[in-house]
């Protein structure tokens, strides 16, 4: 059994942000982030962390885990998606970096272990996204990490990005390619449902630096929110109003940290001319 099976769950034998650091530092220097409200990511007690996903970037996820480890001591391990585990050399990359594969199973594990844990659960749905698409959060009726997270008696904290989003235009999406002859073609023979949730799975066509899929160095923000303590449902997390209730809650307040990060990103001229140039690319 590897770690991308579900069920696997290794132990980190360092932290990410030590085992990267090089590529860390970099990315720093790129998008020169900015944090809001980091001292309320709690030390004392597991969490499970949940935000939303930038179209296209990996970026954001890293650079969030690294100053919760740097700032406030925390390791985080995300659960990715089942896409990103059939990549060769990018899996394994994930793996080094912290990830497991995204499943019931893997989240209980590390949750069993009082593991730290990140989940986007918009998924592979909302970081391909589509054009207009921008800061939407598309969970769809997934409850399954709210479930978890009043099962083990985990604190639930939101946190938004905001930023990377402007880093990459979509040029063509699924719905693009979905209504082209080839997409009617995948779609009347059943491969697209098959191989590719009805499209979902197909990451749209963007441009960021230049003409490259490079992402501009746009100055990414990371806004934590009030922490969610779901102790007061225990026993309830197969109850279908309660799981409706929290997650509201959840994408409630993670909506209003978008918000604010946009705000606070309109006020803030700080980048510097030369990132200025470059975004304008």
């Known amino acids: 059994m590897t770690a991308h099976d579900t069920g696997y769950v290794p132990e980190l034998a360092i932290a990410p942000s030590q085992r990267f650091d090089l590529v860390l530092r970099a990315l720093r220097w790129y998008f020169d982030p900015r944090f809001l409200h980091l001292e309320r990511a709690s030390r004392r007690r597991p969490t499970l962390f949940v935000a939303n996903h930038s179209v296209c970037n990996v970026f954001d996820a890293m650079l969030f885990a690294d100053a919760l480890y740097r700032e406030r001591e925390i390791v985080l391990r995300p659960l990715s998606d089942r896409g990103h585990f059939k990549v060769p050399l990018w899996r394994d990359l994930l793996v080094r970096q912290g990830s497991v594969l995204g499943t019931r199973e893997n989240c209980a594990a590390l949750m069993r272990r009082g593991e730290n844990v990140l989940v986007f659960p918009g998924g592979a749905r909302e970081v391909f996204k589509r054009k207009g698409e921008s800061y939407r959060l598309l969970w769809k009726e997934r409850y399954g990490f709210v479930r978890l997270a009043i099962e083990h008696g985990y604190t639930i904290t939101p946190y938004a990005t905001v930023g990377a989003e402007e880093s990459l235009d979509v040029l063509l999406d699924a719905g693009d390619y979905m209504s082209s002859p080839l997409g009617r073609l995948l779609r009347a023979s059943g491969l697209a449902e098959r191989h590719l949730r009805g499209g979902e799975e197909l990451p749209p066509l963007v441009r960021g630096l230049g003409l490259t899929p490079l992402p501009r160095p746009e100055r990414m923000y990371f806004i934590v929110g009030r922490p969610i303590d779901t102790r007061p ?49």
């Open 233 to 281: 449902c225990r026993g309830r997390h197969e109850d279908p109003a309660t799981l409706r209730r929290v997650r509201d809650r959840v994408a409630r307040q993670l909506e209003r940290l978008i918000a604010e990060g946009r705000e606070y990103r309109a006020a803030d001229d700080g980048s510097g001319p030369v990132r200025r140039l470059l975004n304008r690319l």
